[in-house]
């Protein structure tokens, strides 16, 4: 796109910063709300295809590679942003979410359900996963008390947003958007005020001016560029030893047992269902809000899979056929992205001859169903999110989605070295307490399942020790960067307020997990944009204010 200079600029009311699924819902949220919007992003239109790379003089060290998938992995540039790697999910946050927690450090927000609640509908719009309806009319299963079934996540019709919502904001006319723009610095003032952002494009730095300022760049991108801003302003976004880059969170998620129902047929309750709205939903067992208090877990869900696809001991011919196909790298980065395939392929030895076998035993089986899989999920206008083998033995894999301890020696800093690279240095971390929390949840839903006569739980490790070890094991993340820039009443405690604006300046806002100050069970894109969409119409609202009181003033 054409290069803009800095006296470009000045009719901007806001400059939001980050092209991805965020970045996207603010800024046409914005545009509607009547604000003029620049969109700024390091990428182009189609650069999200590609994995990233690191701009020179820059580099990322993870601490524990175990613990943290690498960045190509987890992040993309340009229009669309990460909605390249986004299975879709979208899951609403729950009341206990934003409350006081005896059990939890630090997990009361600034803000409540009530205060988000109204923008789950303009969310739900944006991201296209239908109607903000995220609880299911349907009974429980009779005998359950502690957990419920009728949580519900929804998914995106059509999860890679560049096509639709990115097209629709480029097309507005309150929206300009300057591409292969990489965000290098800021003018802060005195008084807490930004005066310009500073981007280098086409080899030459400009700088951006605005009303307000945004950053949606994704959790890690904001808090390297603002590490990075602190080296040369120490004092600033509360200091070196103040929460920036601390509290980094994510999710446990994996599967280390098996439900088996006493009815097999009941699986078709816990099935991705396409509803009146023409969205895919499925329901969960999450635990009550009075049952995590009692008991004093984490907030964790728990939803029907498939067994591994590269454990050929399944005997599933669909399966086998399923896994041949993923374990091809370019046949199954064309289908799923990158960090989803190496999970389903698992390790080598792949053992192919093994699933032939398996598909030679019912290969027409196996051709109608991944002909059915191909159909639903990308040749319909509505991608189907994923598919459940049913069964007779009512045998499942049960897969787990949990809640993360704020921990603050979890967290992100920067360094520079002698030649002058900036390296992030990234001390991912679970601890202890966030197994206890997974392993106990396990044991509650195999409790309440027994004693109402619909099944079981058996692990797929002999012993607790092996339980345990498998639950470490599969604890990791870096997909959902939460916590490190969170949001807080009090300065010394967080980085941004409950509007989103940094502590200590005035037009300065974050819009990203990264302000979450817990991560829920819930996956965060889905909440972020709800969060982003509210703050569109208060930096409309706020600026809307302003303008009557300057008339009523010259009046």
């Not at 002698?418 to 971390?429: E, F, I, W």
């Amino acid at each position: 796109m054409t290069a803009l200079s800095a006296t470009d600029q000045t009719d901007n009311d806001c400059i939001v910063v980050g092209a991805g699924p965020v970045g996207l819902a603010f800024a046409m949220e914005a545009a509607e709300a009547g604000s003029r919007v620049l969109l700024v992003d390091a990428g182009d239109r189609d650069s999200a295809k590609n994995p990233v790379a690191p701009f020179p003089g820059q580099r990322t060290e993870l601490a524990d590679p175990a613990r943290h998938a690498p960045l190509e992995l987890t992040t993309r540039r340009g229009l669309g942003g990460t909605s390249r790697l986004w299975g879709g999910r979208c899951v609403a946050f729950e009341p206990i979410d934003f409350e006081k927690r005896d059990y939890v450090p630090g997990s009361e927000w600034p803000i409540s359900i009530g205060d988000v609640t109204p923008w789950y509908e303009p969310a739900a719009r944006l991201l296209d996963c239908g109607a903000a309806v995220f609880r299911s009319d349907a009974a429980d299963w009779p005998g359950l008390g502690e957990f419920e079934m009728s949580n519900l996540e929804r998914w995106a019709r059509q999860p890679r947003l560049a096509p639709g919502l990115g097209a629709r904001v480029l097309a507005h006319p309150r929206v300009t958007a300057l591409f292969d723009a990489r965000l290098v610095d800021l003018d802060l003032g005195a008084d807490g005020s930004i005066a310009s952002l500073v981007v280098e494009h086409d080899g030459v730095r400009l700088r951006l001016h605005a009303g307000d300022y945004v950053l949606a760049m994704g959790g890690l991108e904001i808090t390297r560029f603002l590490l990075d801003v602190q080296q040369r302003h120490p004092d600033s976004f509360g200091g070196t030893d103040g929460a920036l880059g601390r509290n980094y969170m994510g999710h446990a998620t994996g599967s280390i047992a098996d439900i088996v129902l006493d009815d097999p047929a009941r699986a078709a309750d816990l099935d991705f269902v396409r509803d009146e709205h023409d969205t895919y939903i499925r329901r969960r067992f999450t635990l009550t809000e009075e049952a995590q208090r009692r008991h004093r877990v984490l907030n964790t869900s728990f939803y029907l899979d498939n067994p591994p696809f590269y454990e050929y001991e399944h005997r599933n011919a669909t399966l086998s056929a399923v896994f041949l196909g993923l374990a091809i790298p370019p046949v199954g980065r064309s289908i799923l992205a990158e960090g989803i395939r190496l999970r389903h392929v698992g390790p080598r030895p792949y053992h192919v001859g093994k699933h032939i076998a398996n598909i030679v035993r019912r290969p027409f089986r196996a051709a109608a169903d991944v002909f059915d899989i191909i159909r639903r999920r990308y040749l319909s206008h509505v991608r189907k999110p994923g598919f459940i083998l049913r069964n007779d033995g009512g045998r499942y894999a049960i897969h787990y989605h949990a809640e993360q301890l704020p921990n603050p020696d979890s967290r992100l800093t920067m360094r520079t070295e002698s030649d002058g690279t900036a390296v992030l240095d990234v001390d991912y971390r679970y601890l202890e307490a966030d197994i206890d929390s997974l392993l106990r949840c396990h044991e509650l839903l195999d409790a309440e399942l027994r004693a109402a006569g619909l099944g079981r739980i058996e692990y797929l490790a002999d012993d607790a020790e092996g339980v345990r070890a498998m639950a470490w094991e599969q604890a990791t993340d870096g997909f959902h960067s939460i916590g490190t820039t969170r949001m807080s009443e009090n300065p010394a405690e967080g980085v941004v307020d409950r509007d989103l604006r940094v502590h200590g300046t005035r037009n300065l806002f974050l819009a990203s997990s990264s302000v979450f100050p817990t991560s829920a069970e819930a996956n965060p894109t889905f909440f972020a944009a709800v969060l982003a969409v509210r703050l569109a119409h208060h930096l409309a609202e706020t600026r809307a204010a302003q303008t009557q009181r300057a008339d009523e003033t010259a009046g």
